[in-house]
């Protein structure tokens, strides 16, 4: 493996002050997120009470996403994520503020996460749109979202393990505001780019007009279709065993702060193998066959998980589900940026989003209302069959979505074509997938 060939959209002057702000800036958000549960977890010893603040904090992008979508293809992208980053940043400034200052409650915190998830339905979905005006080779695009993928997974590697260190020594609040200082990264880089002007229609339709648009073009293609279904089940039901991490790490493996961000570190570490093997990869042909893969080794993951009694099973376990998750994500991601039209991009990304985040809180209350019921075994048992259930759906759907793919990589220049029939290259090339 070649580094040039691995980091290659790194070339681009853009996406390399992106990746560097990011890279701080996602260190705290996760330092945030952990010390956010075990807050809760603290305050309520509740792991229906965590799932209620997860819920919050993304529940919003189950409703605004597709609103977020139309708005991103109109507006100017960069002035979009210098705002929504500047909210995200007050936010953690008053989540400190109030931990410092002994008066934190979880009624507190709800309306804050419930804020947050407001700011974030934007912010992801022009994060991901924004990812195309930075990076305008689209032979380099796969790889630019494998290498945001592997920060992200980078600092859920090391933020974990940051708060793990924070909250035995200090509170909450310190991670909170540490949050909130790392956001200045991001800012500086989203100032310091340099953009050309990307065309945006002068004349727009109504906000309904352009939601409805969005999804008939999204849901009427069996490729997108398909490919946002695997990323909804993915949230409700493969990655919604976060919640129940807190309770896991006290209860099952007898632990504190530290084993939960030894646990959640495991995971990133999965993640960030897995976002490294994308990167690697030359070309988006193939990767139709990765999305049931990492369905599949969720599934089996969570299985296995539910059996774990000791902390280095656990973390090996939670290692595979993080590869797992990673591949199938952003093996999605990159899918549907190929494949979408350029002046709808934002609002397949806005589904993309509400797959991702607004289904996700569904997914954290379903868990935690089985855990309450049937305990977290069951919980884990019962998640990890349906994602093995889907994935074995989409591996039986993949040739017949690679029919309808085949067309559109061939327009891009991904496959070659010669008098408009196939080669024996091009076939070669998708039988791979």
């Not at 952990?34 to 904090?57: D, K, P, R, Y």
């Not at 949050?179 to 906000?207: C, D, E, I």
């Not at 048992?381 to 309808?404: D, H």
């Amino acid at each position: 493996m070649k580094l040039k060939s691995l980091l290659r959209s790194l070339s681009h002057r853009n996406f390399r002050l992106f990746f560097a702000g990011q890279s701080i800036s996602l260190i705290g958000t996760w330092m945030q997120q952990i010390a956010m549960s075990w807050l809760v977890f603290q305050l309520t010893g509740s792991s229906f009470q965590l799932g209620l603040v997860l819920f919050c904090g993304q529940i919003p992008a189950l409703f605004l996403s597709p609103v977020a979508g139309v708005l991103v293809d109109r507006w100017n992208r960069r002035r979009l994520l210098l705002l929504t980053q500047t909210l995200a940043m007050a936010q953690a400034f008053l989540l400190a503020y109030l931990d410092m200052s002994g008066a934190v409650a979880v009624w507190q915190i709800w309306p804050l996460a419930l804020f947050l998830g407001i700011v974030n339905a934007f912010d992801m979905t022009g994060r991901q749109a924004f990812l195309s005006d930075m990076v305008t080779n689209r032979q380099d695009l796969g790889n630019a979202i494998a290498l945001n993928s592997s920060i992200m997974n980078g600092a859920r590697l090391l933020g974990p393990s940051l708060a793990g260190l924070l909250l035995a020594k200090t509170s909450a609040g310190m991670c909170f505001l540490v949050n909130g200082f790392s956001y200045v990264a991001v800012l500086m880089a989203l100032l310091a780019m340099r953009l050309g002007p990307r065309a945006v229609p002068t004349r727009h339709k109504k906000l309904r007009e352009g939601v409805q648009e969005g999804f008939a073009y999204a849901f009427g293609f069996a490729p997108i279709r398909i490919i946002l279904l695997a990323v909804c089940v993915t949230s409700i039901a493969g990655s919604s065993y976060t919640v129940l991490l807190p309770q896991f790490a006290a209860h099952n493996l007898h632990g504190n702060a530290r084993t939960l961000g030894l646990l959640s570190g495991a995971t990133g570490l999965g993640a960030l193998a897995g976002a490294i093997f994308l990167a690697a990869r030359p070309s988006v042909v193939g990767l139709g066959k990765w999305i049931w893969i990492g369905l599949a080794l969720m599934g089996a993951g969570l299985v296995a998980f539910a059996q774990t009694a000791q902390l280095g099973t656990g973390m090996a376990v939670l290692a595979v589900i993080g590869f797992g998750m990673m591949v199938q994500m952003a093996a999605s991601n990159t899918m549907l940026q190929t494949i979408a039209d350029e002046d709808k991009r934002g609002r397949v990304m806005s589904f993309y989003t509400m797959g991702f985040l607004g289904m996700a809180p569904l997914g954290s209350l379903l868990t935690g209302w089985l855990t309450a019921r049937l305990g977290v075994f069951s919980a884990l048992m019962l998640n990890g069959s349906v994602c093995l259930v889907f994935a074995a759906l989409f591996c039986a759907l993949l040739p017949r979505l690679r029919e309808l793919i085949r067309p559109i990589y061939v327009r891009l220049k991904i496959l070659p074509v010669a008098a408009g029939i196939e080669t024996a290259s091009e076939l070669k090339l998708m039988a791979k997938e």
